[in-house]
């Protein structure tokens, strides 16, 4: 049997209803142009000629009680779709940062933002955000058919022609699978982990039934909601119960997560999605290294970063989050950040690189010339 049990206290600490935009945020033309023609290749996209925006995950994809009033961890049971990191459209970016923000300034046509508060079968407020509390790895392979099949049935939707990108943020959920998992530490010469599989059959849908889709998957939370100083009064703690009630400590699930991130990178370096000329599979890592909570002052753990249960982000924890994930997603394949500092809203948003003003892919991260076409302004 495994559980996982979250333990959550009131977090009574004084929770506004603070936010992270990016006022008046642009970058050079060159750079926010789209291309001439609409290119052809994954490895040639502008971020202005991304039309459609996608995500697939559990309640951190959903936004549970990102909007939630300061001292009502009940409303953590609603879903702010619109405020989720990667797809949430609710705001503009001068008021708060979310992938489907940043792009809009690209391309203010963008299909696919979610808006408002519900769940992921309501079109009207999740739009492409397929994300569904509770999900585990193996759950986002049925997530990838109801994305197909809903950008199939919205009209607005060009399937064959538009470029489209999907953010896949999965894995809290499945910390606890790790002691029923018996390919976990296999090394068979084909051996890969039941999450690595799980990612593997979800995104093999997508390659198979969308043409013209960059991926990107960002790793998933790791240490810090254990970490969170236990002096606090209002702390989230993660408990697993193995078989024989062996509990895991922190450096287990480290270790457990470290093998989930291995697993995705592996994906990526091996090409496995690289096959068709129109599909990449980037992996964003910038979660990789952190190992402190958020701290609002030395060694005091921020909570304005949290919903109000504690262990959900804030919309403010969400725009910060949008912050790191768009940063990391303009660096190049193999200089990207593995850790970013959370406790310094400060740091801003970054422009795609002049001299390569593609989304960063394994291929045009190692030799950009050789994937290069004009931009509109050319
Ligand atoms: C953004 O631009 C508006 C209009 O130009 C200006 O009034 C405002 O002060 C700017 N905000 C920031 C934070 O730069
Ligand atoms: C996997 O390998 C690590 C390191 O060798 C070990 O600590 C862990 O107990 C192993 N887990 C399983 C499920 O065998
Ligand atoms: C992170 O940012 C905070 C706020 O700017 C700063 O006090 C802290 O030293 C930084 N931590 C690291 C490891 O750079």
């Not at 333990?7 to 936010?19: F, I, P, R, V």
């Not at 995950?57 to 300061?70: E, F, K």
């Not at 739009?127 to 009209?155: F, Y």
Request: glycine share 8%; net charge negative; hydrophobic share 40%.
């Amino acid at each position: 049997m495994r559980r996982l049990i979250s333990t959550l206290l009131l977090c009574s600490a004084a929770l506004g209803l603070k936010d992270l935009g990016a006022p008046n945020w642009s970058c050079d033309a060159s750079v926010m142009a789209k291309s001439k023609k609409v290119p052809t290749s994954a490895h040639s996209v502008r971020f202005a000629d991304i039309k459609v925006i996608g995500a697939l995950g559990d309640s951190l994809t959903a936004a549970n009680g990102a909007g939630a009033p300061p001292g009502d961890p009940l409303a953590v049971i609603l879903q702010y779709r619109g405020l989720a990191f990667q797809i949430g459209g609710d705001k503009s970016l001068d008021e708060h940062i979310t992938i489907a923000n940043v792009l809009r300034k690209f391309n203010p046509n963008l299909v696919g933002a979610s808006k408002g508060i519900g769940s992921e079968n309501v079109w009207e407020v999740a739009h492409l955000n397929m994300g569904v509390p509770g999900a585990e790895s193996k759950d986002i392979i049925g997530q990838a058919r109801a994305l197909v099949n809903t950008m199939h049935s919205h009209s607005e939707i060009n399937v064959k022609e538009d470029w489209k990108l999907v953010n896949i943020f999965i894995g809290a959920n499945d910390i606890c699978v790790y002691c029923e998992d018996p390919y976990f530490n296999s090394t068979a010469p084909h051996g890969k982990t039941t999450f690595e599989n799980n990612i593997i059959a979800a995104v093999k849908i997508l390659h198979d039934n969308l043409p013209r889709r960059s991926i990107f998957v960002k790793d998933f939370i790791r240490k810090f909601h254990t970490s969170i100083p236990l002096d606090s009064l209002f702390f989230f703690r993660f408990e697993c119960d193995c078989e024989s009630n062996q509990k895991f400590t922190d450096d287990d699930i480290q270790g457990v997560c470290f093998g989930y991130m291995d697993g995705e990178k592996d994906i990526q370096n091996t090409g496995l999605f690289d096959d068709k000329d129109d599909f990449t599979f980037v992996v964003q890592p910038f979660f990789n290294g952190i190992l402190d909570p958020p701290y609002s002052s030395p060694g005091v753990v921020d909570m304005t970063f949290f919903a109000p249960d504690c262990f959900h982000f804030s919309a403010y924890g969400h725009g910060n989050i949008g912050m790191h994930l768009w940063n990391t997603i303009v660096q190049p394949v193999g200089f990207k950040q593995t850790s970013v500092n959370l406790s310094d809203p400060t740091v801003g948003l970054h422009c795609p690189s002049a001299s390569c003003p593609f989304f960063p892919t394994t291929k045009n991260s190692k030799d950009c010339a050789s994937h290069f076409t004009l931009s509109e302004l050319d």
